[in-house]
């Protein structure tokens, strides 16, 4: 059954740069048709779609991050990563990693338990 | 970005009530909306999809109806672990959005 796993640093320093990633169990994603995604989640606040993307290397982000977000695939460890640089104290959420089931407009049937990340110094 | 606004954003109610929350877009969203349930400390999980098609293993005391820009969840005789706080979803048009979420707790 598929499961997805998010991992990284729980304590960012502001300005530096956010990385997780999320490793997918029951599933590969360079064979799948899905689309793996990134959605974050302030404390105590509502859900922030951060960014989709499909194994062909198209990625689609939040407009709101864009230019701050990456997101990419390593194949060989069946993983997805994120990347989000310059961080401040309003990137502080739980970050959910998970998949949209064959197309990017869609939406998310599968969800990691999420990593907590603050950010201080 | 579509605005989705839910109501209310906070619900009292009692085990085997019937409750309803309601999703508001800004836009026409055609059949891309989505409802989830979020329990505390827990990752949100799909209820429901593509506003009326209920995702495996929801129990159907849990339906979606509505079109155009107005969307609501119907909750049939709540059980205790119900209680938790719900999220619509667009998927319509870009960028994906949430509602701000509706909590629901014990009356």
């Known amino acids: 059954q598929l499961q997805l796993q998010e991992s990284g640093p729980g304590l960012v320093e502001p300005s530096e740069t956010l990385s997780l990633t999320c490793s997918v169990s029951g599933a590969s994603i360079s064979r799948s048709n899905d689309y793996w995604g990134w959605i974050r989640q302030p404390p105590g606040k509502g859900l922030e779609w951060i960014g989709t993307?499909?194994?062909?290397?198209?990625?689609y982000y939040n407009p709101s991050l864009e230019s701050r977000v990456t997101i990419s695939l390593d194949t060989s460890k069946n993983q997805f990563s994120l990347n989000l640089t310059s961080v401040t104290a309003a990137d502080r959420a739980m970050y959910y990693c998970a998949r949209a089931p064959l197309s990017v407009m869609r939406y998310f049937d599968h969800w990691g338990q999420g990593a907590l990340v603050t950010v201080s110094s | 970005a579509i605005q989705l606004t839910q109501s209310p954003s906070s619900l009292s109610a009692s085990v085997g009530d019937r409750v309803t929350i309601t999703c508001r877009a800004s836009?026409?969203?055609?059949?891309?909306l989505a409802w989830y349930q979020q329990n505390p400390g827990k990752s949100p999980r799909l209820l429901i999809y593509d506003v009326s098609t209920l995702e495996s293993g929801v129990p159907s005391r849990f339906s979606g109806s509505g079109s155009g820009t107005e969307f609501t969840l119907t909750i049939t005789s709540l059980q205790p672990e119900d209680f938790a706080t719900y999220y619509c979803q667009q998927f319509n048009r870009f960028p994906i959005t949430f509602g701000q979420g509706t909590r629901l707790d014990f009356k």
């Open positions: 836009e026409d969203l055609s059949s891309g």
């Open positions: 993307f499909f194994r062909s290397g198209s990625t």
